[in-house]
């Protein structure tokens, strides 16, 4: 038997025994192993009221030695997932070659719930434009910039362009040499304020001329910081944007620490389907990222935890990482083949 195996074995007993003393009759039939965490699969009787169980959450967690738990039920079952000691790293360039057939416009996001590539396809009407919210710590650039670099390995110049606004100027400077850039990385508001502008006046000529080709995908990495300065304009170029940019190719990206009503604005946070929420501080705040209650977004742990939040459902993943190093080596690459 392995180190881990027994490991998962005597949590197992662990889980079953804290709710066998509050007379709650249930098995954990089996697990996955991912790189953050380990989701036992618990079944109880037919009768078991599920509040009750969940109302074990912080028990379990004493029990097992962690700071945390998340339990949470999906599809008839009963999950427990409880942080590894040792967090693994889920690496872009590997996930990247695994994947080698994808649809155009795909972007790699890491690894789900079952340790699968986990990806998105930006011209599914399901998609569109994307949301990317989470507090300090929780990984939101580290994703971001791995969402442009896959967008990149797997796109040429010709096939997928990029406008990158960082009001940081922390976040996207390492990804200045792509060649994919229809500008150098936007800091100045001002310039974002343009640079959005002029993204409107492509998005009305390609309706005109019935033109999606090449795709067009606009990130933002922190929105609050732009709204700050760029005010009502920014907020209408986005929402025209997010209202009619699908049908012409063009696709937004945002992020923002917390996605309130007065920092996105109506029309923008309607019309960004997806959700990706790393760790929030509070459940409040994760009800307002994820627009779904008890969605379990204040416990991530983060450094690329996420929930990926879709049509009401959720599905857990550990965000792909790209280092520096890797990123430059990747750039030169592109740089050169071109």
Wanted: net charge positive.
């Amino acid at each position: 038997m392995t180190t881990l195996q027994a490991i998962l074995d005597h949590q197992a007993d662990i889980i079953e025994n804290v709710l066998r003393a509050h007379k709650i009759s249930a098995r954990v039939w089996g697990g996955v192993v991912t790189p953050r965490f380990v989701r036992y699969e618990l079944t109880t009787t037919a009768d078991m009221r599920l509040n009750k169980v969940l109302a074990l959450k912080d028990e379990v967690a004493m029990m097992l030695g962690v700071s945390d738990v998340r339990m949470y039920r999906k599809n008839g079952a009963v999950y427990v997932e409880a942080p590894r000691a040792r967090a693994g790293v889920v690496k872009l360039l590997a996930v990247n070659r695994s994947r080698k057939r994808l649809p155009l416009g795909s972007i790699i996001l890491g690894v789900d719930e079952e340790g699968a590539p986990l990806a998105l396809r930006l011209s599914s009407p399901d998609v569109a434009h994307i949301l990317v919210a989470g507090s300090t710590g929780s990984g939101k650039t580290v994703l971001l910039r791995s969402m442009i670099m896959s967008l990149a390995l797997r796109h040429s110049p010709r096939s997928a362009q990029m406008l990158l606004i960082d009001p940081k100027s922390c976040g996207f400077g390492l990804l200045a040499g792509l060649p994919h850039l229809i500008r150098p990385v936007v800091i100045e508001p001002e310039q974002a304020i343009i640079a959005l502008d002029e993204a409107v006046a492509e998005m009305e000529a390609r309706d005109r001329e019935k033109r999606q080709r090449p795709l067009l995908v606009i990130v933002i990495d922190e929105l609050a910081d732009l709204r700050m300065v760029g005010g009502k304009q920014v907020e209408r170029s986005l929402a025209r944007l997010t209202q009619r940019g699908r049908e012409a190719g063009v696709h937004v990206i945002v992020a923002t620490q917390r996605p309130a009503a007065a920092i996105m604005g109506g029309l923008i946070k309607a019309n960004l389907p997806v959700r990706l929420v790393g760790a929030v501080a509070s459940p409040e705040d994760a009800k307002v990222a994820t627009g779904v209650a008890r969605s379990g977004a204040e416990r991530l742990g983060g450094r690329g935890d996420f929930l990926l939040v879709a049509r009401g459902e959720s599905i857990r993943f550990q965000a792909a990482l790209i280092t520096e190093a890797e990123a430059r080596a990747a750039i030169r690459r592109m740089k050169s083949q071109r």
